[in-house]
């Protein structure tokens, strides 16, 4: 047998100064989206024929600045454990390489790492390090959505065309939902506006004209003269005053309830043209409100009663989500007097507590008092509620007038107010201008012998 022949002594000394180094590669598996409460596997897949030292799992905060381990794996002791905050189980080591999230959270959304070290082969006082990282995308689906009307409550305008504006609001989701409107179940085709039109005012509802111009309230000769139209629509000579010229015949006609459904020459029965604007800002939670708006100008004629719907399609969602509302005018104001048995000091409040129908949007109240201004010297009051503070018997007979209006359409409903004797109050103590001294500074009128009527409409 031949002698082995020896190395040459340059191979000798490469492989002393250079020893086999151990090789490591790191790659973690690509994540789907994920929905808010599913379950996620983080897997790292490593190679390496050198001897493992440790793997560590890492969530990456503040856009890489922070990397708070969440998971360890030491070989040299077998040991494993967790840093997350508050654990309660929320990872699992399935495998050496494997850290599972049974219900992900939007916080969990974020870039991961995966840290794995191997000891070299030529000693175990040098470690080989290499990592792969991964982004979990935690999606949310909308959790409300609603619609709103812009500007409200707003008058309603027989003489002049406004534009109204339907609001709608999505909270909750992540990312920002897909909106868009339908109208009567048919979807609407808008034009886009990115930006908000450089008049801002002209896209504000406009006011309504004085309520005495109004022609419902005019005898039918006065509305005749002044036909509608968009320049001076009444002579210009005084005409009698919407208050003072009602009072003979709306003593006659309660209870009255007028529906303004008399529209002037403005309204056009084309396709109203609309206009979609749409913007999402993020929320601290890190999901998305979106708001998209819907503008167009209204016609009461053809837009009373129509159905609106406000539809988001979302990837978290396995169908879309809607909410619709219907635009009515005001029609039956449902009125309340107390106490139902008025006397002279008492403290009387009048209160609109619905309508025979929905209404939408919500209405303006307005309370004036036929033929007079209102106890407290003023001609009119917002709101649905009318006070009147320690009533004096000259206000027994007086009739109130509740207008409630939105913009599309108007109705009025009268009240009379009787005011029963108060036995409490001494007869005889009138003052030079017919008023008693009362508690508390407070002066009242003496009532003489009086029936109570509430008509109620």
């Known amino acids: 047998m031949r002698a082995m022949s020896p190395l040459p002594l340059w191979l000798l000394l490469w492989h002393l100064r250079h020893p086999a180094l151990a090789y490591l590669t790191v790659s973690i598996e690509p994540l789907p989206p994920v929905v808010v409460g599913d379950a996620v596997t983080l897997k790292c897949n490593f190679k390496t024929d050198g001897k493992m030292r440790e793997i560590v799992w890492y969530r990456v905060t503040d856009g890489g600045t922070i990397k708070q381990k969440i998971f360890t794996f030491d070989a040299m002791f077998s040991t494993n454990f967790s840093q997350m905050e508050n654990y309660r189980k929320r990872e699992d080591l399935v495998y050496q390489s494997t850290v599972r999230l049974p219900e992900v959270r939007i916080s969990d959304n974020g870039p991961y790492e995966c840290h794995v070290g191997i000891y070299d082969r030529a000693t175990r006082e040098k470690v080989v390090l290499a990592s792969g990282n991964v982004f979990l995308n935690v999606m949310a689906p909308p959790t409300s959505i609603s ?38 179940g048919e979807p609407i085709e808008a034009t886009p506006l990115p930006e908000p039109p450089a008049g801002a005012s002209s896209w504000a509802p406009r006011n ?18 002044g036909e509608l139209g968009m320049g001076n629509p009444f002579p210009t000579a005084d005409p009698p005053r919407g208050l003072a010229a009602e009072r003979d015949s709306v003593t006659e006609s309660i209870p009255e309830t007028v529906v303004s459904r008399e529209f002037p020459r403005w309204v ?4 109203p043209i609309y206009y979609f604007r749409h913007t999402h800002a993020p929320v601290s939670d890190g999901t998305v409100e979106a708001r998209a708006t819907l503008t167009w100008t209204l016609n009461p004629q053809i837009d009373n009663e129509a159905l609106f719907s406000c539809e988001v399609k979302h990837p978290a969602l396995s169908m879309p989500m809607q909410s619709e509302v219907t635009l009515v005018a005001p029609k039956g104001p449902k009125i309340t007097m107390t106490p139902t048995r008025a006397r002279v000091g008492d403290t009387v409040r009048i209160l609109v507590q619905g309508f025979q129908n929905e209404v939408f949007p919500e209405p303006l109240f307005t309370w004036t008092r036929v033929g007079s201004r209102l106890l407290d010297g003023s001609a009119e009051h917002d709101g649905k509620e009318l006070v009147l503070e320690r009533v004096p018997a000259e ?23 009787i005011v029963f004797e108060n036995p409490n109050i001494p007869r005889g103590t009138e003052d030079s201008n017919g008023s008693l001294p009362g508690h508390c500074g407070f002066r009242f009128v003496l009532a003489l012998t009086l029936t109570v009527i509430l008509e109620l409409t």
Request: aromatic share 8%.
């Open 395 to 417: 206000l027994n007979g007086s009739m109130y007038r509740c207008t409630a209006q939105n913009p599309l359409g108007s109705t009025d409903t009268h009240t009379r107010l």
């Open 208 to 225: 309504l004209l004085h309520r005495d111009l109004d022609d419902t309230k005019l005898p039918k000769s006065l509305a005749a003269e």
């Open 268 to 271: 056009h029965m084309a396709e």
């Open 147 to 184: 619609v709103l009307a812009a500007d409200t409550p707003a008058p309603f305008s027989r003489y002049q065309a406004q534009n109204f504006t339907l609001v709608c609001v999505v909270s909750g989701g992540k990312p920002a939902p897909l909106v868009y409107f339908k109208r009567d």
